[in-house]
Every structure is written in structure tokens, then in C-alpha cells.
């Protein structure tokens, strides 16, 4: 389990970086970065760490990612059974393609491998012709496997005559500028992503104010509703306490003898020939003629 778990992390971070690394040449403002790297005029194995802080950054992140979601899937799968084999500290595979030449793909030394060997690892004159001004080939890092997918792989053959560095064009910053390197491509960066900021921006501001507008006159029918729904209510008799409607009734006497109705004693009216008439004042009775 220890050596499946050594390779699977191998191949996956040497995948990781092939992607990392053709998306800094070919995504302009991860390209303003990566000019460091490639404005190098001479090569040296310190030339490996000539890198911007913040391309380093993205490297360190994708390097924990890579491990962190191998490491997570094996320790899942096997219940922490996997551990990586180390030599010195150094994932051992890393390690033999760094004895057996990784170190010399930033120099001026002329190695490559044949060519069969070529199409499954990156030798490291296939790297030196990665850094001259055609720098569009041979990305991976190890493994040629990925360029060989990726349409991007170029063999050494016969040795050739380099001129490494960046067109004059291309430079953000003097080759020999320490602070130019540093301050040079975050400029070219931000240049470069202000478009995309002006549009993010103008995004995050016209987004609500158009759902708000659209909002809008709901909630105002909701508003003249809400308002109707109230006088309709205010229309209604007003409820007595329990929630029990009012109720009012009529009493009619009949007086049998007559044959009309008798007047209430509770009401303020007198009888006439057909019925109840109301008093002019309350208490007052207007005597009328009655048939005999």
C-alpha cells in the first residue's frame, strides 16, 4: 500500500504541476507572472527558485491541495494503512529524477535522453528548449506523458544552439531588476484583470438594483390590497368581545282583539290604524282613534 500510495502521489502532483504551469503561459495575467521565471538570460539550478511571490503562492497552494485530497483518499479508502516513501524527506521518485538529472534542466549543460525515453520523461535539454523564446512546449515537470496528451511535447534530437530568455516585448521588468521583477508583473497583472474588475463590479451593483426594481410593484399591489382588504374589514359590523356578532331583533305584538300590532312598551312609538308609528320624543304618545 506504501509504494501505490508514493506513486499515486507522484503522478498526481506531476499532473498538477503540468496544468499549473501551461495555464501560467497561456492565462495573460498568470503569464504576467511567470515572466520572471522565463526572463532569465542565464541558466543556473538557482534558477529554479527564480519565481514571483505570488506564482510561489499559487505552486505551495496547488502542491497542499494535490496532497491533502490524495492523502484523504487513501486514508478513506484504507483506513490509514498508506504512508509515502521518503528519501531524505524527499518523495523517493522525486528524488531519482532529480539525481538523474532534474538539476541540471536549469543550466547550460546539454542532456537528453533518447528519444523513446524522451516521450514518457522529460529530459533536461527538453526543459532548456522550454526556456528559450519559443517557450510554447514541453511543460511537464517529470513525466512527458502529459506534453505527449497535451500536443505540446518536443524532443531534444540533435543538440542546438539556445537562446534563452524573453523576447524584448514580452519583458514587464529588466531581466537584472530585483525590485523591477517584484513590482513590474503585479502592474502588468492589474492592468490586465482591470476589465475584468470593471465587470464584476458593475455585476455586483446593476444585479440588485434590477431585482429591486423588479420587485417593486408587487410589493405595491400588495400595498393597495393590504389597503382595500382594510376598508372591506372596516365595512364589517365590529365584533363583541368573545368573537360573537352582534345581534338585533324586532318584537311584534299582536293584539287579538283588533287585529293590530301592539306597540312595544320598550320602544318610543304609537299604534296606528296598520302599525307602530315612532313618537316625535321618547315617552310621548299621540292617542289615535281606534275602531270599535
Known amino acids: 500500500m506504501t509504494a501505490a500510495y508514493t506513486v499515486v502521489l507522484f503522478v ?3 499532473l498538477s504541476k503540468y496544468v499549473l504551469h501551461r495555464l501560467a503561459h497561456q492565462v495573460p495575467a498568470l503569464w504576467a507572472l511567470h515572466k520572471v521565471h522565463h526572463s532569465a538570460e542565464v541558466m543556473t539550478p538557482l534558477t529554479f527558485y527564480r519565481t514571483h511571490p505570488l506564482e510561489s503562492l499559487l505552486f ?30 524527499v518523495n523517493v521518485l522525486g528524488f531519482a529524477f532529480n539525481f538523474f538529472g532534474g538539476n541540471l534542466r536549469h543550466s547550460h549543460v546539454w542532456l537528453s535522453y533518447p528519444a523513446w525515453a524522451e516521450r514518457w520523461f522529460i529530459s533536461p535539454s527538453q526543459h532548456q528548449l522550454h526556456h528559450t523564446h519559443e ?27 539556445l537562446d534563452f530568455g524573453l523576447p524584448e516585448g514580452e519583458l514587464n521588468h529588466a531581466p537584472d531588476d530585483l525590485l523591477g521583477a ?4 503585479v502592474v ?9 474588475a470593471v465587470g464584476l463590479a458593475t455585476l ?26 382594510q376598508d372591506a374589514d372596516g365595512d364589517e359590523p365590529e365584533e363583541q368581545d368573545g368573537d360573537t356578532p352582534s345581534t338585533s331583533y324586532t318584537v311584534e305584538i299582536v293584539d287579538k282583539r283588533g287585529g293590530l300590532p301592539r306597540c312595544p312598551a320598550s320602544t318610543c312609538a304609537v299604534r296606528t290604524a296598520t302599525a307602530c308609528a315612532p313618537t316625535s320624543a321618547c315617552g310621548a304618545r299621540t292617542p289615535t282613534a281606534q275602531p270599535r
Open 60 to 89: 505551495d497552494l496547488r502542491g497542499a491541495l494535490v496532497t491533502g485530497v490524495v492523502t484523504g483518499g487513501f486514508f478513506w479508502a484504507f483506513r490509514g494503512a498508506a504512508e509515502p516513501l521518503y528519501l531524505l524527506g
Open 135 to 161: 517557450c510554447e512546449r514541453n511543460y511537464g515537470a517529470w513525466l512527458a506523458i502529459w506534453d505527449r496528451m497535451g500536443g505540446s511535447l518536443d524532443l531534444s534530437g540533435a543538440r542546438r544552439i
Open 12 to 14: 498526481a502532483w506531476d
Open 182 to 185: 517584484l513590482v513590474g508583473p
Open 204 to 229: 455586483l451593483l446593476v444585479v440588485p438594483v434590477y431585482a429591486a426594481e423588479a420587485d417593486a410593484p408587487a410589493d405595491e399591489g400588495s400595498a393597495e390590497d393590504n389597503r382595500e382588504d
Open 188 to 196: 502588468e497583472l492589474l492592468r490586465r484583470l482591470r476589465p475584468q
